[in-house]
Nanobody, 125 residues
Framework: QLQLVESGGGLVQPGGSLRLSCAVS????????IGWFRQTPGKEREGVSC????????NYADSVKGRFTISRDNAKNTVYLQMNSLKPDDTAVYYC??????????????????WGQGTQVTVSS
């Protein structure tokens, strides 16, 4: 059974940075696309970023382009999301999710079927 555990969330001031991590166990990540989503109460879940197995393709939502960077370390079975120049609108619970394919549909890993429990990111002064 695949398990995903996010970490690195917290409270940060506008303009600050955070680095989220998603550690995966139960299966090697090396063959699959993986990505990050976020959700706030009353809003639809938003795909934030996706990366393919080798890291040669990375896609981002328009709202985070130029500020967020996704990366992965297949040897550690971990994916990261470096978030810079954070804004209050970035406040959300952030989730990582794995696709059964090596394909990103834009900023979303296709048919993601395993999810982490989420980590809260709050951007506030």
């Amino acid at each position: 059974q695949l398990q995903l555990v996010e970490s690195g969330g917290g409270l940060v001031q506008p303009g600050g940075s955070l680095r989220l991590s998603c550690a995966v166990s139960g299966r090697t990540l090396a063959y699959y696309a993986i990505g990050w989503f976020r959700q706030t109460p009353g809003k639809e879940r938003e795909g934030v970023s996706c990366i393919t197995s080798s890291g040669d393709t990375t896609n981002y939502a328009d709202s985070v382009k130029g500020r967020f960077t996704i990366s992965r370390d297949n040897a550690k079975n971990t994916v990261y999301l470096q978030m810079n120049s954070l804004k209050p609108d970035d406040t959300a619970v952030y989730y990582c999710a794995v696709s059964p394919y090596n394909y990103c549909s834009g900023a979303v890993p296709r048919n993601a079927n395993y999810w982490g429990q989420g980590t809260q990111v709050t951007v506030s002064s």
